[in-house]
């Protein structure tokens, strides 16, 4: 649950994905996340507590359209560990390149074809051969179609119908989609990379989603003056 308050109003939200971030997330609104005490007590988080491996998270906020960075949390305590994890922690993002191989489907098209919301793409399995190796992609739930379109395979976070569109396209021009976007640190030229398997920053994907947000007019982050 969300609690939140502004001014002499309170509120209670529900925590789900329906949420709109701009509405809950007004200037001048106090956020209380009071439903991660939940996550903070599971059973497997108290394990690596007790063996001194503290829960770690980090926060990037930014202004899109002034291209501002407004905050950044770079760890759970200050206390616990130096590190910020918003400018220095690598991790694989998984989904989140996926946008990156539809934008570039988009630009490039499809082995010579234009790509739209309405192509339909496979979506069953399927053996990428590169270089003396092969890489076998799946989807998380286990469950396969013949054909989806590329709206739903982007809507749906779907991972096989991405990995054939980015098959089409071509690494080379999503690694070019994805630098131009923002993203700084080395990208291997493999097939995984279309299901996010590199390793990168978060503010760069900050960076990288704000080129979106503004339509694909990208710009350096800098600190909000």
Sequence with gaps: VINYSAGEKSERLPFDAT????????PGRVVDWSGLASIIRAPAILKKEARGIHLQS????????NCTVLAIQGGASYRQTQFNRVLHG????GSLFKPF???????????????????RVEGTLFEWKYEG??????NYEKQYEDYVTVRRALENSINVPTARLAQ?????NIVDTIRKSGIRS????????????????????AE???????LGKGCDLRPFT
């Design 19 to 26: 949420l709109i971030p701009y509405q809950i997330f007004a």
């Design 58 to 65: 980090a926060i990037v906020a930014i202004d899109v359209p």
């Design 90 to 93: 690598k991790r694989q993002p």
């Design 101 to 119: 191989v539809f934008l570039s489907a988009f630009t490039h098209g499809a082995e010579g074809r234009p790509v739209t919301s309405l192509t």
């Design 133 to 138: 190796q092969s890489w076998k992609p799946r």
């Design 168 to 172: 089409k396209v071509g690494i080379p």
């Design 186 to 205: 080395p990208i291997p030229e493999i097939p995984s990379i279309s299901l996010g398997s590199t390793e990168v920053t978060p503010i760069e994907l």
């Design 208 to 214: 990288a989603y704000t080129t979106i947000a503004r």
